[in-house]
């Protein structure tokens, strides 16, 4: 598999000003502040954190719809950190989002038929008889009936007006899609059926995404690898397997241990770890590692004085994870959980 997208030390900083009329700059908000990785060419990325982490910042930086203000993105071969509009137009073609509200990203005034061909009218392809065509194609892939061009969104459902957003990010055959919460605003079956939908259209369409979300259940079913941010970095990237059954980090133990777990007794003998305080503000993050306030294994002198590095795990060079007090063992297969439930006891000794 070939890099479709790589990301190094991407940074972007919103200024905080004060005064009326001659405004000065009096700090930075560091919302996303220094974030690298790779996507594979039909891989999906998981993107997980808490809220005000930088999630959907960073995949707003990704997609160009903010300016980075450091770092480096490269989009299919070609650097595309600070191209301009006319330039950036023919690489949208190839990377297209799904927003997390569908109330909100479609427009209200237009009909479907409008909102899913706008890409096409952008990008001037076809005639109006072929951006009709390819429209009800689409509409009925994603599971509505074509005869709804003519519809308002209003008309429409939560998961069916999900289900036009995604219609319209593919309908200029993307290669990567940026998925930005698309199912946290959906009811739990709803949810189901749009994850079906986007693991199907992946494989058909031969698709990239990245995959935004804060339910880690999600997030397992949708991904190939995963990235764990905490307040604009990450501290912790695996395969999905080697995240779930052997987190590293105290951030992802405190995650994972808080999902639920379809068996009472497992879920009983699991030992929550309950995280005191709520997320630094990024106008002022903690000094060295930005989760030491929160951390239950914060060790005073090292955690708050020097920064820890993603490093690798032993044996796994691709599983990374940015701690001085790594959790020596997560298990979090329900299978072992059931066999052992005293290794969650141990888990945070």
């Known amino acids: 598999m070939s890099e479709l997208l790589v990301v190094e030390d991407l940074q972007k900083y919103f200024p905080v000003t004060r005064g009326l009329i001659f405004q000065k700059e009096v700090g930075q908000v560091k919302a996303v502040d220094g974030v690298s990785f790779t996507v594979e060419k039909g891989q999906t990325l998981g993107v997980v954190g808490e ?14 719809l903010l ?3 450091g770092g480096k993105i490269t989009f299919d071969g070609r650097e595309i950190t600070h191209l301009n509009r006319s330039d950036m137009r023919p690489v949208r073609r190839d990377m297209m989002m799904v927003f997390q509200d ?8 237009k009909r479907v038929g409008s909102i899913v061909g706008e890409p096409l009218e952008v990008h001037g392809i076809g005639t109006d008889q072929d951006r009709k065509r390819r429209v009800q194609e689409l509409l009925e892939i994603v599971g509505l009936n074509p005869e709804h061009y003519n519809r308002f969104p209003h008309e429409f459902s939560g998961g069916q007006r999900q289900r036009i957003g995604i219609a319209r990010a593919l309908v200029i055959n993307p290669k990567l899609v940026i998925c930005d919460e698309p199912v946290s605003a959906l009811d739990v079956s709803v949810q189901a059926q749009i994850l079906n939908l986007l693991k199907d259209l992946q494989q058909d369409f031969d698709l990239t995404y990245i995959f935004i979300a804060h339910d880690l259940n999600v997030v397992r079913h949708v991904s190939d690898r995963v990235m764990v941010m905490y307040l604009g970095k990450p501290v912790e990237t695996a395969a999905k397997q080697d995240l779930y059954t052997d987190a590293k980090h105290p951030y992802t133990g405190a995650l ?19 995280l005191t305080g709520d997320v630094p503000s990024p106008l002022n993050p903690p000094a060295a590692c930005r989760f030491h306030p929160r951390c239950p ?20 060079p691709d599983h990374r994870f940015a701690c ?21 006891a141990a888990a945070t000794d």
């Open 297 to 316: 294994r914060f060790v005073d002198g090292k955690c708050n004085v020097d920064e820890p590095e993603l490093t690798a795990a032993s044996g796994n």
């Open 102 to 109: 569908p109330y909100a990203s479609l427009n209200a005034r």
């Open 51 to 64: 809220s005000g982490c930088g999630k959907s910042t960073m995949a707003r930086c990704l997609a160009r």
């Open 256 to 274: 994972l241990s808080a999902v639920p777990i379809a068996d009472p007794s497992a879920g009983r003998a699991r030992k929550q770890i309950v």
């Open 324 to 344: 001085h007090f790594p959790l020596e063992r997560w298990p979090m297969d329900e299978d072992e959980i059931r066999r052992k439930p005293a290794a969650y």
């Open 67 to 69: 300016e980075p203000t």
